[in-house]
């Protein structure tokens, strides 16, 4: 066998290589315990004293159920970009409490973005569970949230309103039973897979351009879903409603619902609307009903399935209409 002789070149090169390799590589053995997060998340236990105010961007996470005090809101957004994490946890409330989710109000008028409530339960608040606008009597200066993201969210037995927002929100997999009105939601919002039961009010409240898909109003003690204009609604179900089923401002545009036994109507609409695709079953009224015709551009209504109204199957009480 022949003796290979390596070359001190190559000795030099080998000896570089390994001090880089090194150097670059990092401690190969990192200290020891669970790796920390980058973010910090605040963690809110039941210890904490309420009012409490997140005043500083962040996530938050609840650790526990948290129970409200009289007289007092339970947890105040006062900043943006917040991420407020129930973490399956609820936000009880007591007699006379306010607020369970509240908006800080500066002397000067505030908006806060980016912000997130979701998965969890309220329960039990004298006000409402979500109120993501608030104003000042005395400085006439209010807060607002704009753009919220609402999600998992189940709110019961609140006085006034399940979920309250003056401004855009973006809500979905979420409901409030046994409330005052259900929803309160700004124009320009999305609500998806929503759910407003046995309410004592309306079921849902949708302000201008917004859009609802897959949503249900159910057995509330007036209409279950009350509009705006421009608003798109989409396979929605809509029942036993005390006040109609869904009512609307012009230029609004239902499709692929089904409606039963609502009382007073099953779908009034104003002028420029189109309700396409529709079944409409039982209604002790009438089961389309126009409104305000002949005030501006023709509607349409077409491809309905109405059966069993006590009144009329569709009501036009003047032109221009296309059926």
């Known amino acids: 066998m022949l003796n290979k002789k390596i070359s001190p070149i190559a000795c030099i090169l080998a000896l570089c290589l390994s001090f880089m390799a090194s150097a670059f590589s990092g401690d190969l053995s990192p200290p ?9 998340v605040q963690i809110l236990a039941q210890s904490i004293s309420l ?9 938050y996470k609840l650790t526990s159920n948290i129970t409200g005090v009289s007289g007092e809101h339970g947890i105040i957004i006062g900043s943006g970009n917040v991420t407020l994490d129930l973490n399956g946890f609820c936000l009880k409330g007591v007699a006379g409490s306010l607020n369970a989710i509240a908006v800080q109000v500066t002397a000067n008028s505030t908006v806060y ?30 807060g607002n949230v704009l753009g919220a993201r609402l999600e998992d969210l189940i709110v019961k037995d609140c006085g006034l309103v399940g979920i309250r927002s003056i401004g855009h929100v973006h809500c979905f997999n979420s409901a ?7 929803y309160q939601i700004g124009a320009s919002s999305s609500l998806r897979n929503c759910t ?11 302000l201008d351009h917004s859009t609802m898909s897959e949503c249900i109003a159910r057995q509330n003690g007036e209409v279950g879903i009350y509009g705006g204009s421009g608003l798109v609604i989409s396979k929605c179900s809509i029942a036993e409603n005390v006040g109609g089923g869904i009512e609307v401002s012009r230029g609004s545009r ?36 126009g409104s305000n015709v002949g005030q501006g551009a023709p ?25």
């Open 32 to 40: 020891p315990g669970p790796i920390q997060p980058t973010n910090k």
């Open 51 to 59: 009012p409490y105010t997140i005043s500083s961007p962040g996530s």
């Open 113 to 142: 973005k980016n912000v997130v409530v979701k998965n969890g339960n309220i329960s039990d608040w004298g006000g409402a569970g979500v109120h993501l606008t608030s104003f000042n009597q005395m400085t006439q200066s209010e």
């Open 176 to 182: 409030v039973e046994s409330c005052g009105i259900g």
């Open 196 to 206: 407003a039961i046995n309410n004592s009010g309306i079921g849902f409240v949708v």
């Open 254 to 289: 239902i499709n692929n619902c089904a409606l039963e036994d609502n009382s007073l109507f099953g779908i009034k609409v104003d002028f420029a609307s189109l309700v396409t695709g529709c079944t409409i079953y039982n209604t002790e009224g009438d089961g389309v009903l």
């Open 299 to 323: 509607n349409c209504i077409d491809g309905n399935h109405i059966i069993s109204s006590s009144g009329w199957g569709i009501n036009l009480p003047s032109s221009p209409w296309r059926i």
